[in-house]
C-alpha cells in the first residue's frame, strides 16, 4: 500500500517478493524514516492458523507513526493485509510445534526529501519467513552481558517507539557481546546509569518470591506486546506484578530473570555479566516461574489453552 503525506492508506495487493524500487534520495534512506513489527502465525493441530493479538502491533506501528511524522494504516487495514498475507504463504508455515510464520510489517518513508522533513510518500509493506522455534532443543537459559558504555535509547528520543535506528544504535553492542559468547545485551538508563530497561530484542523481568517485577514504560523502552501479556498472565497466576523503576542492584538478589519477546516468548535468564563479575540464576537450569509463564503462553499461543482474553485470532 502506498499513500502521499496527510493522506490515508488505500487497500494494498499482494505481490510475489522481490526487490522494491526506491529513490536513492527515499526518507528511509537517508534519514531513517521507518518503522517496523514483528509477529508470528502458528498452525494448530487441527490445521487452523493463528495469530497472537494482531490488533496491539497495529496499534504499535500507529503509535510510532505518530512519533515518526508518518501515516499509517488503520488497525483494520493493518490486521486485514497481515491476514491477507498469512492465508496467501500458509504453505510456508512449520507443522504445529515446529516454528512458525513469522511476519514484518514495514512502514517507511519511500519518497524522495533532500532537506530534513517528512517524505511526500509512504509505503506499508508486509513480508514474511518460515522460522525454527528460538529454542531449537526447549526452552534454556540465555547469557547478558550489562554494557555499560551503550545505551539503546536516550529519554525524549526514539526508544519506546520500533524505529529502525534504535536497532542501528545496539547492533554494535549486540555483535560484540556475542562475539565474547552472551546471547544479548542488557541495557541501563543513560541518566543514572543504574536502571535496568530492556534487551537489544525484548523486555526484562525480574522475580523475588511471589513478585515480578519489570522496567516501566517510559520513552526509552519499547512496549512489548509479550511483556503486557506476561503481565496479565502472571497476575492471573496469582503472582504480584510491579510496573516501576528497577535498579541493577537488585539483580544481586533476584530468584530469577527473565527476558519476553514475539521471536524469545519468555527467555529465562542463566546469568548477567556485570563489571566483570557473574551473576549466576538457576545452576543452569530453567527457573520454575520462567518455565511456568513459558508454558502458560506458548500454550495459549498455539490455542492448547482456553482463550478467555480473547488474544488469539483463528484465520481460517
Ligand atoms: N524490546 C525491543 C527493543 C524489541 O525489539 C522487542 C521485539 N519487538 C521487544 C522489546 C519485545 O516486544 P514484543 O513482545 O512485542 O515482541
Not at 154 to 181: C, E, R
Request: aromatic residues 8%; neutral net charge.
Amino acid at each position: 500500500m502506498k499513500c502521499s503525506q496527510g493522506q490515508s492508506f488505500k487497500k494494498g495487493e499482494l505481490q510475489r517478493f522481490g526487490i522494491i524500487e526506491l529513490s536513492p534520495s527515499a526518507g528511509v534512506l537517508n534519514y531513517g524514516q521507518g518503522l517496523f513489527e514483528g509477529l508470528k502465525a502458528q498452525r494448530k493441530q487441527d490445521g487452523k492458523i493463528l495469530l497472537f493479538r494482531p490488533e496491539e502491533n497495529a496499534l504499535r506501528m500507529r503509535m510510532g507513526a505518530e512519533r515518526m511524522c508518518m501515516p499509517s494504516p488503520t488497525v483494520e487495514q493493518f490486521v486485514d493485509a497481515v491476514t491477507a498475507t498469512v492465508l496467501a504463504n500458509k504453505r510456508w508455515i512449520p507443522p504445529p510445534g515446529k516454528g512458525s510464520l513469522y511476519i514484518r510489517p514495514l512502514l517507511i518513508g519511500s519518497g524522495a526529501v533532500l532537506s530534513l522533513v517528512p517524505s511526500p510518500e509512504y509505503t506499508f509493506l508486509i513480508y514474511v519467513s518460515p522460522v525454527g522455534n528460538y529454542f531449537k532443543e526447549g526452552i534454556a537459559p540465555i547469557h547478558l552481558l550489562i554494557d555499560t558504555e551503550v545505551h539503546r535509547a536516550v529519554p525524549g528520543g526514539t526508544g519506546g517507539v520500533k524505529t529502525l535506528g534504535n536497532y542501528a544504535s545496539v547492533l554494535k553492542a549486540q555483535t560484540t557481546a556475542q562475539a565474547k559468547g552472551y546471547t544479548d545485551v542488557l541495557y541501563l538508563d543513560c541518566v543514572h546509569k543504574k536502571y535496568l530497561e530492556e534487551v537489544s530484542s525484548c523486555n526484562v523481568f525480574v522475580v523475588k518470591g511471589n513478585v515480578i517485577s519489570t522496567p516501566a514504560i517510559k520513552g526509552t523502552i519499547l512496549p512489548g506486546i509479550t511483556r503486557k501479556s506476561i503481565i496479565d498472565v502472571a497476575r492471573s497466576q496469582g503472582f504480584q506484578v510491579e510496573e516501576r523503576l528497577v535498579a541493577v542492584d537488585e539483580l544481586l538478589d533476584a530468584d530469577e530473570v527473565f527476558c519476553t519477546g514475539t521471536a524469545v516468548v519468555v527467555s529465562p535468564v542463566g546469568s548477567i555479566t556485570y563489571h566483570g563479575e557473574r551473576l549466576s540464576y538457576g545452576n543452569g537450569e530453567v527457573g520454575v516461574v520462567s518455565q511456568q509463564l513459558y508454558s502458560a503462553l506458548t500454550r495459549l499461543q498455539m490455542g492448547l489453552t482456553d482463550d478467555k482474553m480473547n488474544w488469539v485470532v483463528e484465520l481460517n
